[in-house]
Nanobody, 124 residues
Framework: QVQLVESGGGLVQAGGSLRLSCAAS????????MGWFRQAPGKEREFVAA????????YYADSVKGRFTISRDNAKNTVYLQMNSLKPEDTANYYC?????????????????WGQGTQVTVSS
C-alpha cells in the first residue's frame, strides 16, 4: 500500500515558478516509478511528467518540456515537480501517482496509487 500527499500548489503570476512535492509512505517507494498528472475543470486528466525508480530516466509532455523538471529523493520518499515559466494554461489540479513498476509511463491507467491533488493557479 502506498499513500501519496502532494503539497506546494498555490497562486502565481505568469512567468513565475512553483515546486510541487509528493511525499509517499510505504516500503515500495524506491522501486516504484512516479508520475505527475493534471486536470483542469471540464477536461480529462493529462500526463505531465514521469520518472523511473532510480531517477535516471524522465519523461515529459510536450506542453511542459523545457519548463518543468521532475526529480525524486528516495531517501526522503519524495518526488518533486519544479515548474518554471508558468503559463495560465498550466492552471489545474496537479496529482502525484505511483505504479508497481520500475519504469515511468505517460498513461494514467498504468498507475496504481494517486494523491488527492494540489491546486496550481497561474494568473495572467
Amino acid at each position: 500500500q502506498v499513500q501519496l500527499v502532494e503539497s506546494g500548489g498555490g497562486l502565481v503570476q505568469a512567468g513565475g515558478s512553483l515546486r510541487l512535492s509528493c511525499a509517499a509512505s510505504g516500503r515500495t517507494f524506491s522501486s516504484s516509478a512516479m508520475g505527475w498528472f493534471r486536470q483542469a475543470p471540464g477536461k480529462e486528466r493529462e500526463f505531465v511528467a514521469a520518472i523511473n525508480w532510480s531517477g535516471g530516466i524522465t519523461y515529459y509532455a510536450d506542453s511542459v518540456k523545457g519548463r518543468f523538471t521532475i526529480s525524486r529523493d528516495n531517501a526522503k520518499n519524495t518526488v518533486y515537480l519544479q515548474m518554471n515559466s508558468l503559463k495560465p494554461e498550466d492552471t489545474a489540479n496537479y496529482y502525484c501517482a505511483a505504479r508497481y513498476a520500475s519504469g515511468g509511463s505517460s498513461w494514467k491507467n498504468d498507475y496504481d496509487y494517486w494523491g488527492q491533488g494540489t491546486q496550481v493557479t497561474v494568473s495572467s
